[in-house]
């Protein structure tokens, strides 16, 4: 509803001083109102407008100089990317496009998993009939069927390992007697090892699904938690799928939300001009199961209204928490025991008054913990770098450590070399009997002299090169 800047600016360049008499032909009746509501300049939003706006897009390029038509394509398909890049680029921690695909992933996956049940009952019962009545449900039969294998082969040792999968001692031994008296033909064992393989299968789809419930339950508790304290993660998936996304579920008001899914009832009613239907996918809550015949509707009317907060709530909190969900859970219990003992329930001002103070007393106690972890991130971060500056500053000192070294045995080694010298020095006077020996050792003097004078300016050098490092 706020004129852009960069918009009002133009205006103001572009508008003569006398505004009043000004009147702005604008294709948006929004930016009309808007115009009108910060610039006081009466806006004119119809079809001669449109047409003129039309005409403008499609001539743009003539009518701009230094604009071509390729360049203006390129804008707007530049302008459509960053529009939809802009519409798409969310929280990812409040995604609620996980949540449609987790829950009719979730539908689809019961579905098959009944589907290949049954298949493996009708397989399978060809062999151990009676097992279908001891063990009804689909995914302990699966695995009872790939344990047991031929019911020949059944004995007292296998007991346990049926206890375990049936986790009940009668159905075991049971399981154990019919199988010494079943009426079943005799299977071989290339069809028993199809059966076991095509078990195992299942099995592990009934895992699978579990694991895509407990998903579905944290994204849940991500994303919309008051709503899923209020009437649970699986029926408010569902809502969320079936409304297409959580904001257009918040912008449902609650007749609508109380009838979503019903949408052929209600329509056929409206036709035949019938009852129209009370409840939708929020029959599936266990309030309305638990409520009496003539209050059921009034409960689905009650409960669609606690949805429709609950599902705003979340969708515009900042910090989400489930701490409005159980206030009206709570105020949804009051008004079923209202119905059924006549206790009157609290009114709902008092109701949001509590949820407010708690949710407030949540919130700080979460953006502590933020504040708290993004300190700890600091701190590791800081560490890093003092870390990888310590590691690009040793090979340096490495490098000097080695030059001093170096420097340092260069120094040794001419040391030990002038103690040999006044050694040998001394050496050399004493008399020898040959006079060949005498003349021999006598030629090397001068080159040990010349050594002696030319060390000082080694030295010389040396420390000029250390003043200069």
Sequence with gaps: GVLHEDLRLLLDTALPPKRKKVVLGVGDAKMGAAVLEELGVQCQTGGVVAELMRGIRLHFPALVRGLTAQSAAKAQLG??????????????????????????????????????????????????????????????????AKFIGNRRELSEESLEGLEEIVMDSAKAQAILEASRSSMGMDISPLDLINIESFSRRVISLADYRKGLQEYLRSKMS????????????????????????????????????????????LFRALKTRGNTPKYGLIFHSTFIGRAAAKNKGRISRYLANKCTIASRIDCFS??????????????????????????????????????????????????????????????????????????????????????????????????????????ESEAEPEPEENGVEEEEEEEPLPKKKRKVVVEPEEEEERKKKKKKK
């Design 79 to 144: 302008l459509g990317h960053s529009y939809s890049r802009a519409k798409v680029k969310f929280n990812v921690h409040r995604v609620d496009n996980m949540i449609i695909q987790s829950i009719s992933l979730l539908d689809q996956l019961d579905k098959d998993i009944n589907t290949f049940s049954m298949r493996v009952r009708e397989w399978y019962g060809y062999h151990f009939p009676e097992l279908i009545k001891i063990v009804p449900e689909n995914s302990v039969y699966c695995r009872v």
């Design 222 to 265: 991500q994303v919309a938690p008051s709503l899923s304290a209020l009437i649970g993660e699986v029926v408010g998936a569902r809502l969320i799928s079936h409304a297409g996304s959580l904001t257009n579920l918040a912008k449902y008001p609650a007749s609508t939300v109380q009838i979503l899914g019903a949408e052929k009832a």
């Design 318 to 423: 900042e910090v989400p928490t489930s701490v409005f969900g159980d206030k009206l859970r709570e105020q949804v219990e009051e008004r079923l025991a209202f119905y059924e003992t006549g206790e009157p329930p609290r009114k709902n001002v008092e109701v949001m008054k509590e949820a407010v103070v708690e949710a407030n007393e949540v919130v700080a106690e979460v953006k502590r913990r933020q504040e708290k972890k993004e300190k700890k991130r600091k701190k590791r971060e800081k560490r890093r770098l003092e870390a990888l500056a310590a590691a690009a500053e040793e090979p340096a000192e490495n490098s000097v450590m080695e030059t001093e070294e170096n420097n340092v045995g260069a120094k040794k080694k001419k040391k030990k070399k002038k103690q040999q010298q006044p050694e």
